[in-house]
């Protein structure tokens, strides 16, 4: 099974700032198989990102996904204050996992 | 635009059998989508459970196959997970969801819609 790291924990940060988080792979990922999600308290998780770096549907273009192999990153590039909520990473090998999560909280 | 919902016993007994189904509208279950069960215990990351075609072809979580079956029922438009053998372990939040179809014929792999979520506790 694959294990995805994500890190920071917690990020916190102000506003308008530019958000950084990364998604580390135990092996390799197809970026294919790479994907990104928001999720707000006692909602389901919404889809920003697929095949490592292609914005969904409808998502801003302040969210941008980049990284091949084992590390991905997922960045904001300015926060809005819609944006504080918790990000996972997800993949599909021989199964699917999804990352522990980053929650991104204002400062 | 498509939207799911799930339904179901919101507590299940330890040993016993959950079971909840998955309502979608406004499209078809017969598209070429794959369609998915991942769950969430409470404060922890999400777990994908298993998933099924519209011909009811199936793939599980390995840590799970051994008490998962997730069955369709295309005349009624919906889904249905079971788990067998619950515990304490088994209380979460699941959610239904569909797996992103091909786009111009290359699959990719993520969850582009979602139900709400039910939360399911398992307790005596």
């Known amino acids: 099974e694959t294990v995805l790291t994500q890190s920071p924990g917690t990020l916190s940060l102000s506003p308008g700032e530019r958000a950084t988080l990364s998604c580390r792979a135990s092996q390799s990922v197809s970026s294919r198989y790479l994907a990104w999600y928001q999720q707000k308290p006692g909602q389901a998780p919404r889809l920003l990102i697929y095949?490592?770096?292609t914005r969904a549907t409808g998502i801003p273009d302040r969210f941008s996904g980049s990284g091949s192999g084992t590390d991905f990153t997922l960045t904001i590039s300015r926060l809005d204050p819609e944006d504080f909520a918790v990000y996972y990473c997800q993949q599909y090998g021989s199964s699917r996992t999804f990352g522990g999560g980053t929650k991104v909280e204002i400062k | 635009q498509v939207q799911l919902q799930e339904s179901g016993p919101g507590l299940v007994k330890p040993s016993g059998t959950l079971s909840l189904t998955c309502a979608v509208s406004?499209?078809?279950?017969?598209?070429?989508?794959?369609w998915s069960w991942v769950r969430q215990p409470p404060g922890k990351r999400l777990e994908w459970i298993g998933e099924i075609y519209h011909d009811g072809g199936t793939n599980y979580n390995p840590s799970l196959k051994s008490r998962v079956t997730i069955s369709v029922d295309k005349s009624k438009n919906q889904f249905s997970l079971k788990l067998s053998f619950v515990t304490a372990a088994d209380t979460a939040v699941y959610y239904c969801?569909?797996?992103?179809?091909?786009?111009?014929?290359?699959?990719?792999?993520?969850?582009?819609?979602w139900g709400q979520g039910t939360m399911v506790t398992v307790s005596s």
């Open positions: 969801a569909r797996n992103l179809p091909p786009i111009f014929g290359v699959v990719f792999d993520a969850f582009d819609i």
């Open positions: 095949a490592a770096s």
């Open positions: 406004g499209g078809s279950l017969s598209s070429s989508s794959w």
